[in-house]
T-cell receptor, first 116, second 115 residues
Framework: AQSVAQPEDQVNVAEGNPLTVKCTYS??????LFWYVQYPNRGLQFLLK??????LVKGSYGFEAEFNKSQTSFHLKKPSALVSDSALYFC??????????????FGPGTRLSVLP | DGGITQSPKYLFRKEGQNVTLSCEQN?????MYWYRQDPGQGLRLIYY???????QKGDIAEGYSVSREKKESFPLTVTSAQKNPTAFYLC??????????????FGEGSRLTVL
């Protein structure tokens, strides 16, 4: 069965410093990987996805993520954090082994706090 | 603008009552989903639908029911059989691509509190 782990419940970073939010996954086939952000009492917003091709994926609001197949990881990164980046971040995977995976599996979320 | 509208945003219910959460989308997406969010547990799939008049149970369907009579609408009923219904409920939709590359688009959520 597919699964997603986000090993850190909370990440604190100073404004202007680079940030990393970690994600590792387990699937039986080729993974399709996604990052979402959630602000308090709001729905999730799509940031970026990896389907195939270049391992470095660029997304919204200056975020990027690096796919590493050997380490089964898909870490979210940003070169310079903003206070407004403070939110809850979710990694999700879709297992395409069945060629039409219907279910997204979400990680438990990582709360990012960017300190001024 | 295109998007997903969930209502109501906040809902209070007495024990033993059924409640229905509305989800409407104008994105022309075929697939729609209901998720439940509890603190520290990520999102868990309740039901999903790939096409009108068809839907499938997710991981935690017990105590919930859905219908898909129109492409745009996917209401969720939380029944009295759901033992712990207090949660944040999220509706989502996606293009039902065969290759599975479509991402999910989410509504703003409905927070249900059982008194």
């Amino acid at each position: 069965a597919q699964s997603v782990a986000q090993p850190e419940d909370q990440v604190n970073v100073a404004e202007g410093n680079p940030l990393t939010v970690k994600c590792t996954y387990s699937v039986s086939g080729n993974p399709y990987l996604f990052w979402y952000v959630q602000y308090p009492n709001r729905g999730l917003q799509f940031l970026l996805k990896y389907i195939t091709g270049d391992n470095l994926v660029k997304g919204s609001y200056g975020f990027e993520a690096e796919f590493n197949k050997s380490q089964t990881s898909f870490h979210l990164k940003k070169p310079s954090a903003l206070v407004s980046d403070s939110a809850l971040y979710f990694c999700a995977v879709r297992d395409m082994k069945d060629n039409y995976g219907q279910n997204f599996v979400f990680g438990p979320g990582t709360r990012l706090s960017v300190l001024p | 603008d295109g998007g997903i509208t969930q209502s109501p945003k906040y809902l209070f219910r007495k024990e033993g009552q059924n409640v229905t959460l509305s989800c409407e989308q104008n994105l022309n997406h075929d697939a729609m989903y209901w998720y439940r969010q509890d603190p520290g547990q990520g999102l868990r799939l309740i039901y999903y639908s790939q096409i009108v008049n068809d839907f499938q149970k997710g991981d935690i369907a017990e105590g919930y029911s859905v219908s898909r009579e129109k492409k745009e609408s996917f209401p969720l009923t939380v029944t009295s059989a759901q033992k712990n219904p207090t949660a944040f409920y999220l509706c989502a939709s996606s293009i039902a691509r065969q290759d599975g590359t479509g991402e999910l688009f989410f509504g703003e959520g409905s927070r249900l509190t059982v008194l």
